[in-house]
């Protein structure tokens, strides 16, 4: 049903996804990564293309904006929620 928010996060997610496992930057902003690498266990966006889509176009797909986005791995990354992630 492409009026309900979660079937068009959904399918954001997978497209992004899907342009991720071809080696190119993300539309939308939903696929995020911990970095391991000096036990940082830090949240961090994959890659995106900013000019593609537009925070409105995020908003009515249920994602957000890129600052929300950013501000939610800000404070993600504060709270320290890996501590169940390998080290």
Do not use: H
């Not at 496992?21 to 949240?43: C, R």
């Not at 908003?59 to 709270?79: A, C, H, Q, S, W």
Request: proline share 5%.
């Amino acid at each position: 049903n492409p009026e309900y928010s979660g079937a068009r996060w959904l399918a954001s997610a997978a497209f992004d996804r899907f342009l991720l496992s071809k080696k190119q930057p993300q539309w939308y902003g939903t696929q995020m990564k911990y970095d391991f690498s000096n036990n940082l266990k830090k949240l961090f966006l994959e890659p995106i293309n900013k000019e593609v889509v537009t925070d409105a176009e995020r908003v009515e797909r249920g994602v957000g904006t890129l600052d929300e986005i950013y501000k939610k791995i800000e404070m993600r990354n504060n709270e320290s929620i890996c501590n169940d992630c390998p080290k």
